[in-house]
């Protein structure tokens, strides 16, 4: 089953991919085993992250860009989160245009995740969803992400380099300050850079720049957009190679991509040890020893998780 | 210092409380003492969770119900916790309208709860923010929650009534039956019911609770309100009544907080076992044994992770 389906991958069978694309979202017990499989054949492709707020344009300036990594020679998998929404699997609004644009191009494949009522993992089955493109031979991945929240953050950070995008207007920069993104971007980008405010919003990004201490040395720039009027894309395409370049000159690229390793692997790990405690709480074995004393008052919720742990290994 | 915290905030001092509010939000590591000091003392208020979509007014049928509560002789506390919000601690847009209107109100606590960059534990930090004012005095806990996600139903989970607030616009059913909050309702709101599509909603609601089958026997009611003109506060109030003592005299009051009481021992334990794992990653101690395999392929995350947890005593 698992093979049938991999080899079609191999081949190119677009509707195999999408199969297993599910089976990475339905967190199939399956999982483990298909990424086993597929892990000696992976190519570790170039992945780039696209965050911001809602409304920034993260979509129509990946669209845009497409062409421009395809006339590299580049086959390029789009991976679309909203961990805001409850939408997920299929297409929504911008991304269902997209998927028409494109569907008949063997070169790109874009899918988009939600959180399906669930937060949990949403970031792991990212990562899972990129390597099964690596495997199905996309050599460049772009992760498109509202940057909101931990999870936001967590899918930005599984990239070699990422793309802070913001449209002048509507408080973008407070919003995304607040939300914790800025300092995720390697790269800046002002967005429908035609409008009232670009100035300025460049102005405020250079200023917090020209403050900040970075430790790579990497000073992140900013570039100005049009995405619908295709303006701007080339010296985007510029300074991404830029950035890649400099990574690898200094090291930094493995490091990156090392670390990303460790957190991936604590994630998974947690996951693992989530699932122990749940099933244990399921079958009732520790239930009873702790649950009467609390209602009680004569413990409490913390007192009795502390002494459960200590008696982990029986979990 | 926690005593003398603990002694103002018996004596009723807001400030004193909003201040242990402030260690709770930032999961200061005294927190399990102290709950521990306090749990004891607590009188397992009643909590009621709102609901729904935003912009369902749920704010605004909370704030007119708090006149209501405070006619029967109560002291409420709200906790407004919005999943999708990096803001925290401080008010934001409506509840700093209501804590104009409530700032010299002693009988009324409002709290909102944002998630400060980090999801990770909001659940748990709002169920903490409940003891705290059960502990200082508080008889009602009202918990207000964008209905998004799984925070947004863990916090609702931690009610002893849910109330699901939707208005007849916007598409509001089909989200909140994506979002999955649709079957956490003991009681069905439809707010702002003077508007088009008010009795479509309520017919559609209810046509869905004849389809449904419900385990307790409680078929959830659907309220028609106008919050904003004080329209139909009695009648929820009425089914609020009702619900809670259909749940009282069929000890199933009880039987949800024992469940609630499970989950939240879960949620503390599984995070404490979030720590250790990432403490062990961040001393390096089980980095080097994993992560070159890894890189080299001759092991995958998956692997790598089941492999460390086949050791995690040692963690």
């Not at 062409?67 to 086959?75: A, S, Y």
């Not at 990212?126 to 931990?150: C, M, N, P, W």
């Not at 607040?178 to 967005?191: F, H, P, R, T």
């Not at 510029?238 to 957190?263: S, T, V, W």
């Amino acid at each position: 089953m698992i093979d049938a389906l991999l080899e079609k991958i191999k081949n190119g069978n677009p509707r195999a991919l999408a199969r297993l694309i599910s089976k990475v979202e339905d967190e199939s017990p399956e999982l483990p085993e298909i990424i086993a499989r597929i892990y000696p054949h992976l190519h570790s492709t170039l992945r780039v992250g696209f965050t911001g707020p809602p409304g920034a344009g993260k979509s129509s300036l990946v669209n845009k860009l497409l062409p421009l990594f395809k006339k590299r020679g580049h086959r390029i998998g789009v991976i679309a989160v909203d961990p805001t929404s409850p939408f997920t699997g299929g297409a929504i609004l911008g991304d269902r245009i997209r998927m028409i644009d494109h569907q008949l191009d063997n070169d790109v494949f874009i899918r988009s995740m939600g959180t399906r009522g669930s937060l949990g993992g949403l970031a792991q089955r990212s990562r899972d969803v990129a390597k099964l493109l690596d495997y199905a031979g996309y050599d460049i991945i772009l992760f498109e992400t509202v940057g909101s929240g931990q999870v936001g953050s967590d899918i930005s950070k599984s990239a070699d380099a990422v793309a802070v995008v913001m449209v002048p207007e509507g408080g973008d920069f407070v919003q995304t300050m607040k939300a914790g993104i800025m300092e995720l971007a390697d790269i800046y980008v002002v967005n429908k850079s035609d409008r009232d405010g670009a100035n300025h919003m460049v102005r405020s990004i250079q200023g917090m720049v020209e403050l900040s201490v970075f430790e790579t040395g990497w000073r992140p720039p900013t570039v100005c957009t049009q995405a619908n009027a295709d303006v701007g894309m080339d010296e985007f395409m510029q300074k991404l190679d830029e950035f890649i370049a400099y990574q690898k000159e200094n090291g930094l690229f493995e490091k990156r991509r090392r670390e990303q390793l460790i957190m991936e692997v604590g994630d998974i790990l947690q996951d693992l040890l989530r699932r122990q405690v749940k099933s244990a709480f399921d079958t009732g074995a520790i239930e009873d020893v702790v649950l009467e004393k609390i209602i009680k008052h004569e413990s409490d919720p913390y007192t009795a998780a502390h002494e459960l742990l200590e008696h982990k290994t029986s979990l």
